[in-house]
């Protein structure tokens, strides 16, 4: 892998998983595919990161269920009214994420945990490349 172009910004992606293996795993994984990764705990903590002006975030990758601190839909539905220039991609069980995707999810199906590390890293891509357009007038 290339050094990324000191003139070209590095996306940020910000990982919400309250399984320390589980969001430590992907987050390493997406550092080594040259993005700038912020770790969260929970909704609250991921909202907290995201009120500051301080730190850019460009897509939220949120674990569905969570033990504490709210869940994967309370922070979508959070980011969705306070946050609209960031992405949100959700990962859960089937079941669940399939009940909500058609009310919070513009982008389509939500992803599956324990995450594919290759398809969170194409999804990202997607994301980033369906935005360029948007961002370039701003």
């Known amino acids: 892998m290339s050094d990324p172009d000191p ?5 940020t992606v910000m990982i919400v998983d309250d399984d320390v293996i589980v969001r430590t795993a992907i987050a390493e994984y997406l550092r080594t595919c040259g993005f700038r990764v912020i770790e969260a705990v929970h909704a609250e903590e991921a909202q907290t990161v995201l009120q500051s002006d301080a730190m850019r975030v460009d897509i939220v990758l949120s674990a569905v269920a969570m033990r504490q601190g709210g869940d994967g ?4 539905r959070w980011v969705h009214e306070h946050r609209p220039d960031v992405e949100v991609v959700l990962a859960g069980t089937p079941g669940r994420a399939a009940h909500a995707a058609a009310e919070l999810c513009d982008s389509g199906p939500t992803l599956a945990r324990p995450y594919d590390p290759q398809l969170v890293l194409d999804r990202i891509k997607r994301m980033l490349v369906a935005r360029k357009p948007r961002n370039a007038d701003g």
């Not at 839909?73 to 979508?76: K, P």
């Open 73 to 76: 839909f309370e922070l979508l």
């Open 7 to 11: 003139h070209d910004p590095v996306e």
